[in-house]
């Protein structure tokens, strides 16, 4: 029998990487799109100075702080104060009117990376007058972005480009009121905080942990190959109460997922939807 050609050899090589991870630490990757799956793990292997993706496995294996440094370079945390704000536009003229007849509202930012978004939400729900009668829980796979979401401190170079995306989201104020310079960066207000949980949570291995009238899930599932998807999705729905308000990003579709007959468009361009079966 001829030995396996390079290609073919890595290939064994990652997908026995990504079982060891999922059976020794729980995380799973073994469904995520390979392609891009690849270039991280060749950076993480570079940034080790190590040669090969078995001498990687070895390592993570045997070494926990390797893993948490595997998980910060594979996670992807391209994230953004009102990030895409046509879309914030669209959620305060389609859904923000829905979310009024609610006496309570429950969100759920899944794959909240550094936590840019969802102080964003916050800001938006709080001066449409909502804020004080939402929860949102905003979890992430990876526990060091989940803990610079809570700190809520953010790079002073970046809230000129910040200040121009809340504009054209509908910003109603001065952004500057709601965060506080300071020498170690621009730190958002405490009363943003109060009705935020942050928390770990894996959209792959984790089960649903409420029922929510508001679900956001955007650019995520692109990391995930069609299988992973179809899971995520039916996390997705069946955490999301009737008539609960799904989001995608600009990228990611209903269309040929299971559940795509379950839900109608509130704004198709912006991927807002709202789920419409019992």
Same mark, same amino acid.
Request: proline share 4%.
């Given at each position: 029998?001829?030995?396996?050609?390079?290609?073919? !050899?890595?290939?064994?090589?990652?997908? !026995?990487?990504?079982?060891?991870?999922?059976?020794?630490?729980?995380?799973?990757?073994?469904?995520? #799109?390979?392609?891009?799956?690849?270039?991280?793990?060749?950076?993480?292997?570079?940034?080790?100075?190590?040669?090969?993706?078995? =001498?990687?496995?070895?390592?993570?294996?045997?070494? *926990?702080?390797?893993?948490?440094? @595997?998980?910060?370079?594979?996670?992807?945390?391209? $994230?953004?104060?009102?990030?895409?704000?046509?879309?914030?536009?669209?959620?305060?003229?389609?859904?923000?009117?829905?979310?009024?007849?609610?006496? @309570?509202?429950?969100?759920?930012?899944?794959?909240? =990376?550094?936590?840019?978004?969802?102080?964003? +939400?916050?800001? +938006?729900?709080?001066?449409?007058?909502?804020?004080?009668?939402?929860?949102?829980?905003? $979890?992430? %796979?990876?526990?060091?972005?989940? *803990?610079?979401?809570?700190?809520?401190?953010?790079?002073?170079?970046?809230?000129?480009?910040?200040?121009? !995306?809340?504009?054209?989201?509908?910003?109603?104020?001065?952004?500057?009121?709601?965060?506080?310079?300071?020498?170690?960066?621009? %730190?958002?207000?405490?009363?943003? *905080?109060?009705?935020?949980?942050?928390?770990?949570?894996?959209?792959?291995?984790?089960?649903?942990?409420?029922?929510?009238?508001?679900? @956001?899930?955007?650019?995520?599932?692109?990391? @995930?190959?069609?299988?992973?998807?179809?899971?995520?999705?039916?996390?997705?729905?069946?955490?999301?109460?009737?008539?609960?308000?799904?989001?995608?990003?600009?990228?990611?579709?209903?269309?040929?997922?299971?559940?795509?007959?379950?839900?109608? #468009?509130?704004?198709?361009?912006?991927?807002?939807?709202?789920?419409?079966?019992?």
């Amino acid at each position: 029998m001829l030995p396996p050609r390079p290609n073919e !050899l890595e290939d064994i090589e990652v997908q !026995l990487l990504l079982e060891g991870i999922y059976r020794y630490y729980g995380f799973d990757f073994r469904n995520y #799109a390979m392609a891009s799956l690849k270039r991280r793990i060749w950076n993480v292997i570079r940034a080790e100075n190590l040669t090969t993706v078995s =001498s990687l496995q070895d390592r993570i294996l045997h070494d *926990k702080s390797c893993l948490e440094r @595997f998980l910060l370079n594979l996670t992807v945390n391209v $994230t953004s104060m009102f990030r895409d704000p046509s879309f914030y536009v669209a959620f305060r003229t389609k859904a923000i009117p829905l979310l009024r007849t609610y006496p @309570f509202i429950r969100i759920w930012h899944a794959g909240c =990376s550094t936590g840019e978004e969802v102080y964003s +939400m916050a800001i +938006m729900l709080l001066e449409e007058g909502l804020y004080h009668r939402c929860r949102i829980y905003a $979890t992430d %796979m990876n526990e060091e972005v989940v *803990k610079k979401a809570k700190l809520g401190i953010y790079p002073l170079r970046l809230m000129q480009e910040y200040t121009q !995306l809340y504009q054209l989201a509908g910003g109603q104020k001065a952004f500057s009121e709601y965060y506080t310079a300071n020498l170690d960066g621009a %730190m958002f207000s405490p009363s943003l *905080k109060k009705n935020i949980v942050f928390s770990a949570h894996n959209l792959v291995t984790d089960s649903s942990f409420n029922e929510f009238n508001v679900i @956001f899930c955007r650019n995520v599932l692109i990391y @995930f190959d069609k299988q992973l998807q179809d899971k995520v999705h039916k996390l997705l729905y069946t955490s999301l109460r009737r008539f609960g308000i799904l989001g995608l990003g600009k990228h990611e579709s209903l269309i040929s997922t299971p559940y795509q007959s379950n839900y109608e #468009a509130l704004d198709a361009s912006e991927k807002l939807f709202r789920r419409v079966t019992p």
